[in-house]
């Protein structure tokens, strides 16, 4: 019996992608996003990785507007979304991608300061809600459906160091099952995703040497940003049409071990964080 191919189709749809460049995640999204015939809304805090997704959207032939927004400035964050808007139609596909902990955020809890602890619920949760919020506003105005990724962690379920990124992607988590309850019947569809760990350009590691880590992971390797955006197109399509309201693990498989003798989560690479932590 041949194998049947179920192609995913987003031709006249419009995707707004929060944090859609950096060559992470985000661009992946927005790359694979565009190759399904979605046209791109791309906002991210850096210009250059603005114009680099464009072009790489564009090089699809499909549209693609960049915007350049911090996304802790609320007001500037919805000016994006609208500025896109008028270039290519009102979005009806949601990813958030923006989050994560740069070294200076990483702590351990007896001495964790509320201001960085303030910070990763800004730039991993409270963005979020306010893109959301934006969009779906519009969209149930209008009568039209939608459909909703955030890009959470399987930090939500408590990891040293990342006490308030955890907590962060733990509400994330809550607050798209609450979206997808109020908003369901509106015809808009919310979803989180939760990565494992992730070879990305922050990663502070090269993707093609040895892991001797990679061990601890059922499947033996390090995630891939691919790896994320096929997900991500999968629950956005008509194919995931009666999935709203969970959280999907993307992780390689179970992992088999969470510390090291450090106390540090094993997926810990980056030798900034290391450092900090090892003595």
């Given at each position: 019996m041949s194998a049947v191919s179920v192609p995913i189709d987003l031709s006249g749809r419009v995707a707004l992608v929060v944090g859609g460049g950096g060559g992470g995640i985000g661009t992946a999204v927005c790359r694979r996003l565009a190759t399904a015939g979605a046209d791109?809304?791309?906002?991210?805090?850096?210009?250059?990785?603005?114009?680099?997704?464009?072009?790489?959207?564009?090089?699809?032939g499909r549209r693609a507007s960049g915007q350049v927004?911090?996304?802790a400035d609320f007001d500037a964050l919805r000016a994006a979304i609208d500025a896109g808007a008028a270039d290519l139609g009102w979005p009806d596909l949601v990813?958030?991608?923006?989050?994560?902990?740069?070294?200076?955020?990483?702590?351990?809890?007896?001495?964790f300061p509320i201001e960085s602890f303030d910070h990763l619920m800004t730039t991993n949760l409270r963005y979020?809600?306010?893109a959301c919020q934006h969009v779906a506003?519009?969209?149930?105005?209008?009568?039209?459906?939608?459909?909703i990724v955030n890009i959470s962690s399987i930090a939500s379920r408590g990891q040293p160091l990342l006490s308030a990124y955890g907590a962060a992607k733990a509400g994330l988590d809550s607050l798209t099952r609450s979206m997808a309850m109020?908003?369901?019947r509106h015809g808009i569809r919310a979803n989180t995703l939760a990565p494992g760990t992730i070879n990305t350009p922050r990663s502070g590691r090269d993707p093609d040497e040895v892991d001797p880590l990679a061990v601890n992971i059922a499947l033996q390797r390090r995630g891939k940003p691919d790896?994320?955006?096929d997900v991500t197109l999968?629950?956005?399509?008509?194919?995931?049409?009666?999935?709203?309201?969970?959280?999907?693990?993307?992780?390689?498989?179970?992992?088999?071990?969470?510390?090291?003798?450090?106390?540090l989560p094993i997926f810990v690479t980056n030798e900034a964080i290391r450092r900090r932590f090892e003595s």
């Amino acid at each position: 019996m041949s194998a049947v191919s179920v192609p995913i189709d987003l031709s006249g749809r419009v995707a707004l992608v929060v944090g859609g460049g950096g060559g992470g995640i985000g661009t992946a999204v927005c790359r694979r996003l565009a190759t399904a015939g979605a046209d791109v809304l791309a906002v991210s805090a850096v210009a250059d990785h603005v114009g680099a997704t464009v072009a790489d959207v564009e090089s699809t032939g499909r549209r693609a507007s960049g915007q350049v927004a911090d996304v802790a400035d609320f007001d500037a964050l919805r000016a994006a979304i609208d500025a896109g808007a008028a270039d290519l139609g009102w979005p009806d596909l949601v990813v958030n991608v923006v989050g994560g902990a740069t070294p200076d955020h990483w702590h351990r809890l007896r001495d964790f300061p509320i201001e960085s602890f303030d910070h990763l619920m800004t730039t991993n949760l409270r963005y979020a809600f306010i893109a959301c919020q934006h969009v779906a506003d519009r969209l149930i105005t209008d009568g039209r459906p939608g459909a909703i990724v955030n890009i959470s962690s399987i930090a939500s379920r408590g990891q040293p160091l990342l006490s308030a990124y955890g907590a962060a992607k733990a509400g994330l988590d809550s607050l798209t099952r609450s979206m997808a309850m109020e908003w369901g019947r509106h015809g808009i569809r919310a979803n989180t995703l939760a990565p494992g760990t992730i070879n990305t350009p922050r990663s502070g590691r090269d993707p093609d040497e040895v892991d001797p880590l990679a061990v601890n992971i059922a499947l033996q390797r390090r995630g891939k940003p691919d790896d994320i955006a096929d997900v991500t197109l999968f629950l956005l399509s008509d194919l995931a049409s009666y999935v709203s309201g969970q959280t999907i693990d993307v992780d390689g498989g179970p992992s088999r071990a969470g510390i090291d003798e450090h106390d540090l989560p094993i997926f810990v690479t980056n030798e900034a964080i290391r450092r900090r932590f090892e003595s």
